[in-house]
């Protein structure tokens, strides 16, 4: 088990000037046999032709292949011309910087770039970790940012083969508000077994702040605590099927009364572990919604502010939520302190990384991506020590189940969200290809399509979505994103979920996608929103506050801008 110092007190940064320099086919020989560290596996679907959108092509001889870590790897094919060798052999090292994560101290790094194209070598190595997955975000100054946590030998790996390029320049920043440590995570029950209410930051006065992350068994007395304070208004149900390790979790529902026909929005949060303050998120937002409604007052996140009656409408519209998806995960990453990502199912490997199954992968959307996607992709994986194993069947994972039995129970849910971190954006259908809204015939249930999915910028296959779905589907987004950038703290954008590179079996996917799986089933819009700042999964206090503010106002302007679009 790596032992993690989660923040240092520099952040380094990648600053890369426009180069015109070729991607080497070698790129897509990465060893097979490594334990990755990374979150979701990088972005291979830009391997093969895709891969050289940029620059130009022109031709020289590859190199001999050369291994700079464990593992194994094929002979690198011819490369795309060009007239500047001395480049090549920089991206060529890149990517066969091949290492096995196992001890390692994982610290902040930001790339940039003038294009997304540029980001190609460095995301096409899969021991890196991007977080969920690799998303290239603007900045103020024309370019564009990729965030990832590196270890010390890959930051000089990086360092060393940049420092003879011109056109990259390389710096390290002292880190300022992130380098006072992490949140702690609350000790015994401030809820004292559901005796005591949670109250959130909204109907606080402006300044208040909650001192500490909810620990598992604060999650569930705080909602033991809403059931108790708000008898006949708030229910509360376990889920069918228990945790690996034998925990039973909960879901609860409020605002539309007892008939479960009339809930229509459902928020999820605590798929991955690591993501801390993703249940505390939604647990203090509810909890000033039924706060607000009994004082007959408004809500204030930061420079937002919403009325009673924006209140109750939310609440009229039927709130469903699942709190804590993954009981297992939480408990030993708050108490290991080791960026778990998984669950802690131990049936396809019983040791290290090789324990544990990616919630987001597991769920039943183009889930055997082997089949589905082109060669070249890695939406997911089938090999156990990945931070993205897709698990042994499509929900086969207790919290996979739980998850869709949501949907059953509740079979109006109109709008889902599940709330992850940690890149500051929404992301929102399709995972698996880019959208297109001409050509029905061709989407994830057209078998002609199989293998031909998720090479990202071709024409041969895009997924389709109906243009008024994706017309309410962006403005929601939209909305929800302006919010959060509304309160004051930081930015927020909002994209298509395939970015950089697919995935599959997620939360998103399935959620929209059973629409057209499943006949005679409601049509959700599905959402994944990453909160906080990108790659930080341990916040400290101020930033955790900050991240409740931010999301409970987004969560405000999400459900609100919903109703407007459509319930039924």
Request: charged letters at 15%; a neutral charge.
């Amino acid at each position: 088990m790596r032992e993690v110092q989660y923040l240092s007190g520099f952040l380094f940064a990648v600053v890369v000037k426009p180069l015109d320099f070729p991607v080497p086919r070698s790129l897509a020989h990465q060893p097979t046999n490594t334990t990755l560290s990374a979150d979701c596996k990088a972005l291979v679907t830009l391997r093969g032709q895709n891969v050289y959108k940029y620059p130009p092509p022109s031709i020289y001889p590859p190199p001999e292949p050369t291994l700079l870590g464990s593992g194994s790897i094929e002979s690198p094919e011819s490369f795309i011309p060009t007239d500047n060798m001395k480049y090549s052999f920089t991206t060529t090292s890149l990517a066969l910087q091949i290492t096995v994560v196992a001890a390692s101290q994982l610290l902040p790094v930001e790339i940039r770039a003038p294009t997304v194209e540029h980001f190609e070598a460095i995301v096409g190595n899969d021991t890196y970790d991007f977080g969920c997955r690799p998303v290239a975000l603007p900045t103020d100054d024309g370019q564009y940012q990729l965030h990832a946590l590196l270890t010390r030998d890959q930051i000089n790996f990086l360092s060393q083969e940049y420092s003879e390029v011109d056109s990259i320049e390389i710096r390290e920043t002292k880190l300022d508000k992130r380098q006072s440590g992490k949140a702690p995570i609350g000790s015994g029950d401030r809820f004292s077994a559901g005796s005591v209410a949670p109250l959130g930051l909204g109907t606080k006065p402006s300044g208040s702040t909650i001192a500490s992350i909810l620990n598992v068994n604060e999650i569930n007395s705080a909602v033991t605590g809403l059931v108790n304070a708000y008898p006949g208004a708030f229910f509360k149900y376990d889920l069918p099927v228990k945790s690996f390790q034998g925990r039973t979790s909960v879901a609860f529902y409020t605002g539309a009364g007892s008939n479960v026909n009339n809930y229509h929005l459902y928020i999820s949060a605590g798929v991955h572990a690591r993501e801390r303050g993703g249940p505390d998120n939604v647990i203090y937002w509810v909890s000033d919604l039924l706060q607000a409604n009994k004082t007959g007052s408004g809500l204030k996140y930061g420079n937002k502010s919403y009325t009673n009656a924006q209140v109750k409408s939310i609440l009229a519209a039927g709130l469903v939520i699942f709190p804590l998806v993954n009981p297992d995960g939480v408990v030993y990453d708050q108490s290991s302190g080791s960026l778990w990502r998984k669950n802690r199912n131990t049936k396809s490997g019983s040791s290290g990384s090789s324990i544990g199954v990616d919630i987001n992968r597991n769920f039943d959307f183009l889930w055997n991506f082997k089949k589905y996607f082109v060669s070249s992709a890695s939406p997911a994986s089938s090999s156990p020590s990945s931070e993205a194993f897709y698990g042994t069947a499509p929900e086969s994972e207790a919290e996979t189940k739980n998850h869709v039995s949501v949907y059953s129970k509740f079979p109006k849910i109109r709008w889902f969200m599940d709330v992850h971190s940690a890149a500051g954006t929404l992301l929102y259908s399709w995972g698996d290809d880019e959208n297109q809204s001409t050509t029905p015939t061709m989407n994830f249930l057209n078998s002609s399509y199989d293998g031909k999915r998720g090479n990202i910028g071709d024409t041969t296959y895009k997924e389709y979505i109906p243009s008024s779905d994706l017309t309410g589907i962006t403005r929601v987004a939209d909305a929800t994103v302006a919010a959060m950038r509304g309160v004051g703290g930081r930015s927020y954008s909002s994209m298509q979920a395939v970015g950089l590179y697919p995935t599959s079996g997620a939360t998103d996917d399935y959620a929209f996608s059973r629409f057209w799986a499943k006949p005679g089933v409601n049509k959700v819009y599905g959402y994944t929103l990453e909160f906080g700042y990108s790659t930080n999964f341990y916040p400290t206090t101020t930033e955790f506050n900050q991240n409740i503010l931010d999301t409970n106002a987004g969560f405000m302007d999400w459900a609100l801008t919903a109703i407007s679009v459509g319930l039924e």
